[in-house]
């Protein structure tokens, strides 16, 4: 008889997360379409100073994925593919928006497989519709005033408006009405 893997595949998607946005669900769905579990892991880097604390993420992630136990939420210090394979995790997914983004990713990529060759990253590409959002322009769109309910999920939305103070934008975008 075939051995079932005791808790299947998992693939370790690492970033800043500041906070997270549309293009980073994306991700994680078409992770979850090749691995078992997507463990999505924020750095801790005292070096940043991010718009959300560590805590404040991970609360976010958590109520996104809300009933989806296929993903987890964790933080990480010290080197990512340490970090990997502590956690038994064989994958590292990234995101790759557009040629800006290759090299960055080519590099790290590589570092990554020089430091630990068990190692493999994925890329992935988000739709294309998400292509051009970041989490730094969601933050910048939002703190404006304009309106970022379609570029993150609505825990987000509402942790931007209790964060800065200013109300959710309401509105039409191309001729659509807003949910
Ligand atoms: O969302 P980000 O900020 O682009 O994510 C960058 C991240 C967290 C993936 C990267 O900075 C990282 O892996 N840092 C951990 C330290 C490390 O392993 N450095 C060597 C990588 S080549």
């Known amino acids: 008889m075939k051995k079932k893997r005791p808790e299947g595949s998992l693939a370790v998607f690492p970033g800043s997360f500041d906070p997270i946005t549309n293009g980073h ?11 078992d579990r997507v463990r999505m892991a924020i750095l801790m880097n005292p070096e940043k ?17 809300r009933g989806n136990p296929r993903v987890e939420v964790d933080t990480f210090s010290g080197l990512l593919v340490d970090y990997a394979s502590r956690v038994g995790a064989s994958v590292i997914i990234r995101g790759l928006r557009a040629i800006s983004d290759f090299e960055y990713e080519f590099q790290m990529a590589l570092m990554n497989r020089r430091l630990n060759p ?7 590409m988000p739709a294309e519709s998400y292509s051009y959002v970041s989490s730094r322009l969601v933050k910048e769109v939002f703190q404006l005033g304009g309106r970022v309910s ?5 825990v987000v939305e509402r942790r931007l408006s209790e964060k800065y103070g200013t109300p959710i934008r309401a509105g039409r975008v191309r001729g659509k009405r807003a949910r």
Do not use: C, K, N, W
Request: glycine share 2%.
């Open 25 to 35: 669900l994306d991700i994680v769905d078409r992770g979850l379409a090749v691995f």
């Open 49 to 65: 100073q991010p718009l959300f604390s560590v805590e404040e993420r991970v609360a976010i992630i958590r109520e996104a994925y």
């Open 118 to 124: 068990q190692i493999e990253t994925v890329f992935m």
């Open 150 to 154: 379609d570029l993150v999920p609505p």
